[in-house]
């Protein structure tokens, strides 16, 4: 294997190397680009003038000679300070200094000489022009000051990124439980959070498993980064959403380094209104380290490392159901022998993050840089639940603890090969192992939408990933053209430990039904708990409300003689030693697979007003044969304008498609615990169950099976589910009426049985993308933008059941395959909704995607931009937005509603933000006044609220999944949660202790006006319908008997914090 994948990256080099035009600017997009014209003072075009751009913190030196157009281009700048030369025969030299470049930035700085004699050599200082007429995408940069200055709770560059206008907080569930729990997810035009791609140092750092970023530098190390929104070039793939770019510092030839210490506790702050008691408000939180810069050889060699560490214990918040209702439910947990929950036990966050890196200056044409990077996490008793899209709220016996290493080495090589031709070689090694155990491994007790109890079926329990990337990248200047070709190749090797439904998973319907299985558990013990109930079935509810557990559970199969219709025998266990060690790698999958992105892109400068962009690019991702088929149709065309009728204006369009990659997480998902294979039998149309072993397992496997409620034909409950949840419960047994015979009924079964659940002709998932932009500078250093944002992405993966049953009197239409693609004649509920007849046969839930989701994203955006010198610098933008979409991602929250009519599904988008502002400045003190040495910056929030969909609470139309039902007929993200205003303030001083050693001092205060903002509510209603007025909007009451905790706290935003800071810089 390891000789293979040397063979690889050596054919992958060669291939780049020897092409020339294969190059991929995403490994440059951690680079800038210089141009302009070069003209005499009538404005002629001046050729063959010598432009020299020389660094002035390490004296690097680029190069080029401007064109027969006039033009110069510099490609592939480091972001910096430097000083323009330019030199021509006959004519006056001209130097400008203070020219600033940052991160992806396009810059215009247009030259006018003199004609020599007239006057000596001409020197102008400045930053150069406020906006980028060259440029064509949505992008923003935030810049060191603004990295170094403003009070960032979580001091993570994500925060950053919510400051510019179309983003915002991402609400795709599954990433909650699948990376570091402080990593805010960001949402780019309304898409998914996991459809983004996050750079640093032109180097990919998305985990493909999760699509959720790597580790990333502190903040410390971080120079400068750009936020991508829209309309990003051909040299950008895999990402339909937004593009992140992270430069890290680099050493200069002055020796520099910082030492520090952020530290927070809670007796400065006010208490959380979901603090279960006032003793349970811990928090202790220390982020300290040190960073370290210079030269080893000046003019020549330089390096850069920091340490960060982080030591932080929190006591966790609850909602008031869990809270009021522990008693209870530690009592009903007693019964089924399992342990009390225990509200008490803290969270832990332990990190240590370094980083070096070296740049070196090979000879006037090549330079060197190269950048190791390590993460270690230890995260302790962190809890889990399915919060962001509608599902349970976890408690502690569902915590994971996280142990995380996370570590890559990136080398870049430029090279200029001559006067207008660069290019740029990057290759990076990356491995993350993350281990997420969980700390009970108790059998999984789920009430829908509200609680979750003991081991989340939903999270992996292991992800490893290790990457290979290479990449090259030429830049040729021609005439009025910059031609950019590019390519880029990774080879991935992904491990993932998911133990799903084992040891089990038991859906009750409402706490209510807890304590009465409960007391049907332990029916021969001397106690019984209230409420008690007769007879053999707990929580005997009306036929409506399908009252009996549901119970799904893993079973480890031994490797016996396997005949059809059956499967291997089970092996006997019992719940506590359901993740026996040698049956580890029964849970496993393993995948390698392989990114190859090409592209060319031209800028062609039409005239001194106009810049046209355009390109192709194309993508391809290989190695999942086994579970979709190949998609080798990823061509996606881009298209950019800028014009600049003078210069303080711009207007820039574009458009284009963009193409994600899959996400792997669903894959994995549905690999290792699948039911037994389905195929329908030519001959009569009947399905029949085949053992399902996985390949490559040390046993027979796993196998997946559910026990519905089933419904006689009096109407009457039987106790099929609590009577197997009880024999599992209590021996670890699986019943013997596990495997029954399939019914016939007419399930949405498929001839060809997807792989793993997957639907093998799944296509990548793309947006269609426009957007238009007017900037506008005003007054000097005053700029205003106005915008809009097109995003439409199609073929987004979305989750179904496909063991829902057809049947008589119902009819059933087929299409050419025998599959059932609509339903007619159902019986209907009182309030309309189809009411099916349970599950084609008893493997329950057969949870299946494919990529039939839409979405649509419009977005107007304003902003303004303030850069009065260095005492005051002012962003803030507003965001008017719609999102609309027909499902939010793979949970089986997620699955439609009535699989028959997933038209019904179209709605708001989890990600829908209406209304968003966020306003930041940093404000220095002048000198010679009482305010010198002082600097007060600031962050303002304020934002319309989030959608959530009120679910029933249990399985209204007996389709076998309990968590999608909504109330009545309305539609998903009906109700509107509590908005969102924040102030967050730092103060700073700081002291001159010596001439090269300065000491400051921080305060800073978080949501400082202490307002209850509430995250997540509480929108399960616990009825099938409506009872008295619909409930819209947060804080709107409901009457009984509908659930009294309906639209109450479940998870919020920190109150009032405070936190202490002292730095020395040297």
Known sequence: MRAHRCLRLILAGVALLCGAVTAFSQSTAALAQLNGTVQDEKGAVISKATITLREMDTNRAYSATSTDAGLYVIPNVAPGRYELKVASSGFTNYTQTGIALTVGQTATVNVALKVAGVAGELTVTGEGPAIEPTRTEISQVVNRKQIESLPISGRLFTDFALLTPGVATGRTSLQSTFTEFEVTRVSFGGMRDLSNIVTVDGADNINTVTASQRATPSQEAVSEFRVVNNSFGAEYGRALGGIVNIVTKSGTNELHGSIYDYFRNHATDARSLLQPSPQANTLRQNQFGGTLGGPIKKDKTFFFLNYEGQRRAESPTYPATLVNNLAAINAAKGFMGLAPEDLNVLKTADTDNGIFKLDHQLNEKHRLSVRYNVEDARDLNQLVGNTLDGGGIGAPSSGHDLFLRDQSLVGALSSQLGSNLVNNVLAQWARRRYDFPGVTGQPNLDIPNTLLFGHNFGVFDFIGESREQVSDTLALVKGSHVMNFGGDINFLQNKVTWPGFTPMRIVLPGLNCLTDFANFVNKNGSHTLLPQIAGESPCVLPPIFHGTPIVFWGSPLGSGSVTEGSLPPVIPTTWENAFLPSLTEDFNVHLNHSYYGFFAQDQWKINSKLTFNYGLRWDFEGGLTNQVNHDWNNFAPRIGIAYSPDSKTVIRAGGGIFFDRYNLSFLFVTSPQRPPSLVIDLFNGQPTMLPGPRKGASSAGYSLNQEPTVITSTGIFLANAAADARTLLLTG????????????????????????????????????????????????????????????????????????????????????????????????????????????????????????????????????????????????????????????????????????????????SNQDVRHRFIANFVATGPEKTLLRNFELSSIITAQSPRRFTIFAGFDVNNDTNPVTDRVGLSTRNSYLGDKLVSLDLRLSRYFQLKEHVRLTLFAEGFNLLNRANVDEVFSVYGAPDFIGSVPRHYKDGVVDPANPGFGSPRTAFNPRQFQFAAKVIF
Request: glycine share 10%; net charge negative.
């Open 733 to 908: 047994q699986l019943p013997p009426n596990f495997l029954l015979p399939p019914n016939g009924a007419g399930g949405r079964f498929l001839n060809t049985v997807a792989v793993d659940g997957v639907d093998p002709h799944s296509r990548t998932s793309y947006s269609q993308q426009a957007s238009i932009e007017i900037d506008r500078e005003i007054a000097r250093g005053l700029t205003v933008s106005a915008g809009y944002l097109f995003v439409s992405a199609h073929k987004l993966v979305r989750p179904e059941n496909l063991n829902v049953s057809c049947a008589p009197p119902a009819v059933a239409q087929r299409d050419s395959n025998n599959v059932v693609i609509g339903c007619t004649g159902l019986p209907r509920l009182p309030d309309g909704k189809d009411l099916f007849s349970g599950p084609e046969y008893n493997a329950g839930l057969v949870y299946y995607t494919d990529n039939s989701g839409n979405s649509i994203f419009h977005g107007l955006t304003l902003q303004l931009t303030e850069r009065a010198g260095n005492y005051f610098h002012l962003n803030a933008n507003y965001t008017f937005s719609k999102t609309l979409d027909d499902g939010t991602f793979t949970t089986f929250v997620s699955t439609p509603q009535d699989l028959y009519r997933r038209g019904l599904e179209r709605a708001n």
